[in-house]
């Protein structure tokens, strides 16, 4: 997603999950595909700690797309945390598991509750 409005629809919506260091948004979009977004918290930090995060967020959604449901439009809204992406991999994991959009536990990546 690239347009603000989709965003803003996105954020206006009332289906959101949160965890420690992240909070997802999503709805419905009536296609067979996904779109996803990162965005962050204002004062995150200078432009290297917040081109680093969306990266890794990036990286971490690409790694468990093929397990997630079609057909949403999805903005992960970071906040401070450890940007390392076996942190970023074990909170999108559980998000989309709390949302009912994964279709089962990445075996590779234990839940937040685990530890």
């Not at 917040?50 to 970071?78: H, T």
């Not at 450890?82 to 279709?103: M, V, Y």
Request: hydrophobic share 30%; net charge positive.
């Amino acid at each position: 997603m690239k347009h603000s409005a989709d965003i803003g629809r996105v954020f206006s919506s009332r289906t959101r999950v949160s965890c420690l260091g992240a909070k997802l948004m999503y709805r419905i979009n009536n296609t067979k595909r996904n779109r996803f977004t990162v965005t962050l918290v204002r004062k995150y930090g200078n432009a290297v700690q917040r081109n680093r995060a969306k990266r890794v967020a990036r990286e971490s959604y690409r790694l468990i797309k093929p397990e997630i449901r079609q057909g949403y439009d999805m903005v992960l809204l970071l906040y401070r945390s450890e940007d390392t992406l076996s942190n970023r991999s074990r909170q999108l994991s559980d998000l989309l598991h709390k949302a009912q959009l994964l279709g089962k536990r990445h075996p590779l990546l234990p839940s937040t509750n685990d530890q």
